[in-house]
Structures are given as C-alpha cells and as structure tokens.
C-alpha cells in the first residue's frame, strides 16, 4: 500500500504537488488582478484631479503660467522669425516641464513591472470610463456655479406701476424748491436696474421701486443722498424730541431705577407700587415687572424681548398693540429684510386709509423695528403723489436685566413723544373735510428669486 503511494506521477507527494501547484498559480492571478485594479483607481484619480484642475482653477493656471514664463527668461532658448512683411519677432521657448508631468512620470516609472501590459489593456476601458464619469460630474458642477452666479432677485412683483412719466408729478416742496423732479427721475434708473436684474443697494434702492423714500440723518453715502444734496437731506430729516417729563419725575424715575436693580423680583415689584409717579409710566413698569423675565440669565431670543419688554413698554401708551402674525425671518434676509416688510405695511396703511376717504396727506403712520434691545420708530408721510417719505423718528432701548433699568427714562420720554404724534394725527383726520387728491401709486409685492437666463 505505501508503495503504490510512491509511485511516479500518481502517489501521495505528486498529489500534494499538483494541489500547491493550482494554489500557487491562483495566488498569482489573484494578486496581479489586485495590483491592476489599484493602479487603474491611482491612474484615474490622478485624471479626476488634473481634469478638475484644468476646468475649475483656470485663474490658478493662468496665474502659475506668468509666474512659470517670468522665471530666469535668460535660460530659455529664443528663436528669431520673420513674417510675411519681412518683420523679425523673437520668441522664447519655455524650458521648465510642469511639475504634474514629472510626478505622473516618475508614478508610472516606479510602477513598471511584468504586468503593466496587461494593465493598459485591461485597464484602458476603466482609465476612459473614469474620465467620462469625470467630465459629466464636472460639467454638472460647472453648472451649479454658473447658476450660482446668475442667482437675481425680481422686484417687480405683482400689480406694481413702473411709469414715471411728467403727468404724474405733483410738487413737494422742500427749502422753497420743488423735489419732486428729482424723485421720480432717480427712482426711474432704479426701476431700469430692476428690470436688468441687476443688483439693488440697500435697503433704500429697494424701496424706492414701490415709491418708498428712506431718510436716515447720518446717512451720507447712498446715492438717495447724493441725488437730494446735503442741505436738503438736512431738513427733511430734522427732527426733536420734547421733554414731556416734567423735572422731579425725570430725577424721581433714575432714583428708582438705581433701587430695584439692587434689589430681588419681589422686592421690586413692592417699591414699584408704594412709588408715586405718574400713572402711565407707573403702569409701564408693573408691566415690566409683571414676571422675573429680567432677572433670569440670558441669553433669550427676540421674540421673548417682544412679549415680555417690548409690549409692556408700548401698550402702556398705545392701545391695541397687536403682534405680527407673519412668518418669523432672520434679520439679514436677501430678500426682504424687516425694514423693508415694515416699510410696506406702513405704506399699505396709508394706502388703505385712503380707500376709505380719509386724505392721506394728513397722516401720519409709526412704525417700530426691534432688533435685539434696540427698537428704531420709523415715520412715514405720503408728502406728493408717488412720494412716500420714510423718515427715522428715534431709536429706543429696552432693559436687558435688572440693571438696565437706567435706559428707561428716555424710552419712556421717546414713546410720550409717539403718543403725542399719534394724537395729533387723529385730530387731523377727524378735521378733514371734503374730497382728498388721490396721491397714492400701487406698489410691488414681496421679491423673488429668479435665475437670469
């Protein structure tokens, strides 16, 4: 029996020997097939990359080709040559090999072996797929840059009138001159730049496209300024605010804001209602102090400084305060950002106002902006036909803790001063008789986004 196993070609050893044999020649295949498909992958990343490098980093090219040209022009050979008219031109030939080759170059040495026949045609179809899943991801990216940049807005929404011609205009005096002229012809380039989706700035060139005019005083700089002039600007924003406090309740409120900002929630609400001040700022701040909103830490969002310092402030001398029911946005909406939305409703009640025969050049509409603890009043007046004139009345802050409570003696003066504005308003309108002049434009809707063809 172990003899019939030794025998030649048939016994134990040579079954054992073709076995290694077999796993031998399968470990080599399998280990040349692995070694393709890795340089295949390395070959074609290295074809992604420089395909991304041509197309997306152009300026970069060109930038390195001066850079690349300006090195050491001595060592570069130049050739003399001669046009059709005789005229000699000396060219220099560039003698600096790019740097991607070399790299590529010494990969592709140091990969060289037995196998790298059976790469290139098996792995020729690969490289060439590689490049044309490559080409189809960057022309897509492409693509999404080139609508990146075309990305515009469109002002020119809904039932909006882009007319500006003479037969519209009606005078609005200011320093004995008629500014109405200049208005309608700057906001006519305005409204040629909308049509051209061209870029608006500001808020103020916004604006203007629904007839809106935004007058800030330490606004020098917008081109609004530049059409009106400085001496003009001057007046149309001049604006005072009255004491309305008289002395010893100014003095008696500083008192006892230093007081209660040293002093716990309860035992502030306490000194609030043994002091003896005037009702109305009395009421003002048994509103603030209605819970411990201004003794917790902040920080705390917007719409908690609304409800719980903002409202109290205004109701105290404004009835019927009523929130936004609109859909909260960031400050820096591309859009339309808050003043802008603000602008329009102040123009839409001006507007509607007027639908109902009451003459909207005796009114006058307030607005308010909060921006953290910050609150900017905002006026508005339709001054001439197509005129909207928004001015910025005063800027108010509210308390952001207990010991805040300092800033409240001239926020309570600025909103005495609202509320005498607003009482003169309604006794205009209820003196008003007979037919109003329709002074009113439409405007525009809310813009959007568009992409520019």
């Known amino acids: 029996m172990l003899a019939r196993w030794k025998l030649r070609d048939r016994g134990l050893e040579a079954f054992w020997s073709g076995i290694e044999e077999a796993e031998s020649a399968s470990d080599v295949l399998k280990a040349s097939s692995e070694n393709i498909r890795k340089r295949s992958l390395r070959s074609a990343e290295r074809n992604i990359l420089s395909a991304i490098d041509d197309i997306d980093d152009t300026s970069g090219k060109e930038n390195e080709k001066t850079q690349t040209d300006s090195i050491d022009e001595s060592k570069a050979p130049r050739y003399e040559t001669q046009d059709a008219e005789g005229r000699h031109a000396s060219v220099q030939g560039v003698g600096l090999p790019n740097v991607q080759d070399d790299v590529r170059a010494q990969d592709e040495k140091g990969d060289t072996n037995e196998t790298d026949d059976v790469q290139r045609e098996g792995g020729g179809a690969s490289q060439e797929d590689a490049q044309a899943d490559c080409k189809e991801l960057l022309s897509q990216k492409t693509t999404e840059s080139e609508c990146e940049l075309s990305r515009s807005v469109f002002y020119l929404t809904g039932n909006g009138s882009v ?36 870029s608006l700035m500001g808020s103020m060139e916004k604006l203007v496209v629904s ?37 010893s309740t100014l003095v008696g409120l500083q008192t006892l804001s230093i007081k209660i900002s040293h002093l716990s929630h309860p035992e502030a609400e306490e000194r609030i209602l043994d002091w003896t001040g005037p009702r109305d700022i009395k009421k003002t701040l048994a509103g603030l102090l209605a819970d411990d909103f201004l003794w917790s830490r902040p920080p705390f969002n917007e719409h908690e400084l609304l409800s719980h310092i903002f409202d109290p402030l205004i109701k105290s001398f404004i009835c019927n305060v009523d929130s936004s029911t609109g859909r909260w946005e960031r400050q820096g909406s591309a859009v339309q950002v808050d003043l802008e939305k603000l602008a329009m409703l102040m123009k839409d009640s001006l507007d509607d106002m007027h639908t109902q025969g009451v003459g909207a050049s005796k009114i006058e509409v307030i607005g308010l902006v909060v921006a953290g603890p910050e609150g900017r009043i905002y006026t508005m007046r339709l001054e001439a036909r197509g005129i909207y004139v928004m001015r910025l009345l005063s800027v108010v802050y509210a308390p952001r803790s207990q010991y805040d409570f300092s800033v409240l003696a001239s926020t309570i003066n600025t ?9 003169r308003t309604i006794s205009d309108i209820t003196s008003s008789e007979g037919e109003a002049l329709d002074l009113t434009r439409p405007g525009f809707h809310t813009p959007t986004r568009v992409y520019k063809a």
């Not at 609005?172 to 001159?177: F, G, H």
């Open 163 to 198: 007319d500006c011609s003479e037969a519209l205009w009606t005078p609005w005096l200011v320093n004995q001159k008629d500014l109405a002229p200049k208005l309608w012809r700057y906001r006519e380039t305005i409204i040629a730049k909308a049509q051209r989706l061209e």
């Open 211 to 247: 007839h809106i005019y935004l007058f800030e005083k330490n606004d020098s700089t917008s081109s609004l300024f530049t059409v009106v002039g400085a001496q003009d600007w001057a007046t149309i924003t001049a604006s005072t605010m009255e004491q309305l406090m008289d002395d």
């Open 415 to 423: 909103l005495m001063n609202v509320r005498a504005r607003l009482q």
